[in-house]
């Protein structure tokens, strides 16, 4: 049988993307820590909680099992590391508070975004929350702390919730939707954060997901292909049975369409009822970030470091030197070039005039046969100013970032092998 073009190109960049992740995407170099900043350069601050009362078979993010006494220990380090980065001269104007589950010890969290607050110039905070941490008295606690909640709901189908083992720890579809519905408007913004592509879902089952979001009417949304990477390919089909690819460009489509008219600013595969509003893919949108705690990533100038990943290896380096910074990589100017490429055209459009103050070459010069690809296979327009993504390039964007996502998961992966949960 022929196969259509579109998906003998999709796959071809897939493989492409995930040969190019495995070669250049690892961070092997013992390090000393993070380098001291320019002045006056605020930063986006990333700060990671890597607890969980459960365990989700698709989800390859660091954590590890909760308990009361591993999270203070582990909060007070955290607190520790983050008035070390102060020391050495950072400013940040942008905390994201991810996972794991943040919330999962409140008052240990508030204190430590207290903390941030008082120690930095922060303007935005943007925090992750599973459905079980987000009751009214909750929020009103983090109302004038934390600017934007993303919510995990993952999906409101019942049958697959149980397959994820969501069921049993966080509710039904209807009972996450009701506990939404008690919280939404108490911060600025909400987002509900779902999944699709898994196993066995169905176009219709995808709609009546989104359906339900759109009733549901959160300031914003972010509607992530399912990853399968090697920590989590086997669980994922344990749990939900064998992954394809066959309908994942037609379900992009099908959110697209879906979410146009509610949720008409979109950003990659996050989707925002306001054009300026916060979205926070902060490795996407920040060129610069800081990351603190257990199996954080910090990215500056052309550097990636890797922080430690172990709970008790992280202790002792912070108490150690205050750093859990272990290991570095530089990149060569060519990766950051189609780093640039890929996250801007992610998000559906590059300013040729941008991409010339950040490299000091006209992109044409630097990636005319990669530019030259991209036309062949009809997946970018443009004018004198502008490269845009067309509909199937909107999707093949999303499959290399879904695969760069995929090639941090290596690091993780690599970096977590030894480790008992
Ligand atoms: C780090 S998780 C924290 C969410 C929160 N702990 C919860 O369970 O509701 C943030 C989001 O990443 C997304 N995510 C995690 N693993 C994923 C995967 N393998 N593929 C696609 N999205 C994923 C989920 O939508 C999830 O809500
Ligand atoms: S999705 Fe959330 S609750 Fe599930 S394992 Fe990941 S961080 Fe933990």
């Not at 961070?27 to 001291?36: A, I, T, Y």
């Not at 959160?218 to 394809?244: A, D, I, W």
């Not at 490299?359 to 004018?383: N, P, Q, S, Y």
Request: some cysteine; proline content about 4%; glycine content about 6%.
């Amino acid at each position: 049988m022929l196969r259509h073009p579109s998906k003998i190109i999709t796959s071809a960049t897939s493989y492409f993307m995930h040969q190019y992740t495995k070669h250049y995407l690892n961070v092997d170099n013992p390090s000393k820590g993070l380098p001291l900043p320019p002045e006056n350069k605020p930063y986006l601050l990333y700060v990671h909680v890597p607890f969980c009362s459960m365990f989700c078979p698709y989800c390859s993010f660091n954590k590890f099992t909760y308990t009361k006494e591993a999270a203070s220990v582990y909060f007070e380090h955290l607190r520790q590391e983050i008035l070390h980065v102060k020391s050495l001269g950072y400013d940040f104007d942008y905390l994201v508070i991810g996972g794991g589950t943040p919330l999962i010890d409140e008052d240990e969290l508030i204190k430590t975004i207290e903390l941030i607050k008082t120690q930095f110039n922060i303007q935005h905070v943007s925090c992750e929350s599973d459905p079980n941490h987000i009751k009214p008295k909750t929020v009103l606690r983090l109302d004038g702390l934390i600017d934007r909640l993303s919510i995990g709901v993952q999906t409101f189908d019942d049958t697959l919730l149980k397959k994820l083992g969501r069921f049993e720890k966080f509710g039904s579809g209807e009972e996450v939707y009701r506990k939404i519905e008690s919280m939404l408007g108490i911060l600025p913004i909400t987002s509900v954060d779902l999944i699709f592509n898994f196993p066995e879902q169905s176009e219709a089952g995808l709609v009546r997901d989104l359906e339900l979001l759109k009733k549901l009417s959160p300031e914003q949304t972010s509607v992530y292909p399912l990853m399968t990477s090697s920590l989590v390919k086997n669980s994922v089909r344990k749990s939900l049975g064998e992954f394809s690819m066959a309908h994942e460009m037609a379900f992009f489509k099908t959110i697209k369409k879906q979410l146009k008219t509610a949720y008409p600013s979109r950003h990659g595969w996050s989707f925002s009822k306001e054009q300026d509003a916060i979205i926070d893919e902060y490795i996407i949108d920040h060129e610069e970030y800081v990351g603190v705690g257990s199996g954080s990533f910090s990215f500056l100038k052309d550097t990636l470091y890797l922080n430690e990943f172990a709970l008790d290896q992280y202790s002792s380096h912070i108490q150690n030197r205050n750093s859990a910074v272990i290991k570095e990589k530089t990149f060569p100017q060519n990766s950051q070039m189609y780093y640039r490429l890929m996250v801007d055209l992610f998000n559906g459009k590059l300013s040729k005039r941008k991409f010339h103050s950040m490299f000091g070459v006209e992109i044409e010069e630097a990636l005319g046969k990669e530019l030259m690809l991209l036309r062949l296979a009809k997946t970018v327009v443009e004018d004198e100013h502008t490269i845009q993504t067309t509909e199937f390039g909107d999707y093949l964007f999303l499959v290399l970032m879904k695969e760069f996502y995929m090639g941090m998961d290596r690091i993780r992966n690599n970096a977590r092998k030894h480790l008992s949960l």
